[in-house]
């Protein structure tokens, strides 16, 4: 089962981040936070801070593990099994330097963020821990 972390981004000036999935890259078209994969033998933590960077270029002030995990299968019909972490990151408040991964960005307060996540199963979950 590949391990991956789901990054939700809160600036030092209460804001959530959401970014516009490129794609022609993700082959999804929806907002959503800073995903991505554990490579090599990092650490979940690692991970999680060299996929923010890659992302946002944004500086980390802090990362916290929360309580809520999942299992999917992406591609849907794949068989290939994912189980993702999620981590709280605070970070300067600035504007984003997207990857090609994201198209746009926004900064929104939590109740504008929850309701514009895609995932429908995240937002009851993120709901509790943010």
Excluded at 45 to 51: D, L, S
Excluded at 108 to 124: R, V, Y
Aim: hydrophobic share 35%; proline share 2%.
């Amino acid at each position: 089962m590949n391990q991956k972390i789901m990054a939700i981004i809160k600036s030092d000036k209460g804001k959530y981040l959401l970014l516009k999935t490129n794609p022609k890259w993700l082959k999804v078209d929806e907002w959503f936070v800073v995903t991505g994969s554990v490579e090599g033998k990092e650490t979940k933590e690692q991970a999680v801070k060299r996929e923010v960077k890659e992302e946002t270029g944004l500086k980390i002030i802090s990362i916290k593990k929360t309580s809520y995990s999942c299992e999917y299968e992406w591609p849907k019909g794949s068989g290939k099994m994912h189980h993702e972490g999620a981590f709280l990151v605070k970070v300067r408040h600035a504007e984003p330097q997207l990857s090609g991964e994201h198209l746009e960005y926004k900064w929104l307060d939590k109740d504008e963020f929850l309701s514009q996540i895609a995932w429908q199963g995240d937002k009851k979950e993120l709901k509790g821990i943010i």
